[in-house]
């Protein structure tokens, strides 16, 4: 699913620091969300947009922040990075003209130390 | 929020046999649930869907199952076959925009040649 673009696939990070996950989409999806993915823990939502200036808090938001000035982009920034944040994160977007489905992006893999 | 139980974690099969994964969710509003296969390092791609309005739907070898009044639904995979093997999610969503879905923990579904 080559419309959904998350930069970078790998990072490492030490405690303490701060880094922007980026996704972006040309599928003009107006739904565009972030999950981290956990051994054991399936899929939880960070935060979600349905729209250009709109935002949501999704299961798991702290340590977290995102904003939507565009249609195309969704990034996710962590504020201060702890090892807790460690995991796989997905960015994932939407329309409700094709049903409500949702398309993953490829992941990022963000380990903190 | 809603919540999503899955069952089993981890199920082995022949190759050939049935495979059978179940959820349950809490928030009887809840009337989008689809099922996501990820293989191993790969994204999640929806397999199939189902509405609240249908209890059962069709797609080859794979069903879902949905019973609304005991409010959990099924994945059934005939005659499966090694390239089955994955970690399947289900997932639940109510309204009619996208929002909020909740997903369940997963199975890991190996199927033996």
């Known amino acids: 699913n080559a419309g959904v673009t998350q930069t970078p696939k790998f990072q490492v990070l030490k405690t303490g620091q701060s880094m922007t996950l980026q996704c972006a989409q040309d599928?003009?999806?107006?739904?565009m969300s972030w999950y981290r993915q956990d051994p054991g823990m399936g899929l939880r939502l960070i935060h979600y947009s349905v729209g250009a200036g709109i935002t949501d808090q999704g299961e798991v938001p702290n340590g977290y922040n995102v904003s939507r000035s565009t249609t195309e982009d969704f990034p996710l920034r962590l504020l201060s990075a702890a090892p807790s944040q460690t995991s796989v994160y997905f960015c994932?977007?939407?329309?409700?003209?094709?049903?409500?489905?949702?398309?993953f992006g490829e992941g990022s893999w963000l380990t903190v130390v | 929020g809603e919540n999503v139980e899955q069952h089993p974690s981890t199920l082995s099969v022949q190759e050939g046999d049935s495979a059978v994964i179940k959820c349950t969710y809490s928030?009887?509003?809840?009337?989008?649930f689809p099922w996501y296969k990820q293989e191993l390092g790969k994204r999640p791609q929806l397999i199939i869907d189902i509405r609240s309005n249908v209890g059962e739907k069709k797609d080859q070898r794979i069903a879902v199952t949905l019973n609304k009044t005991a409010k959990h639904f099924s994945l059934h995979i005939t005659e499966t076959q090694p390239e089955d093997s994955a970690v399947y999610f289900c997932a639940a969503k109510r309204g009619s925009t996208l929002g909020r879905l909740y997903f369940g923990r997963g199975t890991q579904l190996t199927v033996w040649p």
């Open positions: 928030d009887s509003a809840s009337n989008y």
């Open positions: 994932a977007t939407g329309t409700v003209s094709s049903g409500n489905t949702i398309y």
């Open positions: 599928m003009n999806h107006e739904y």
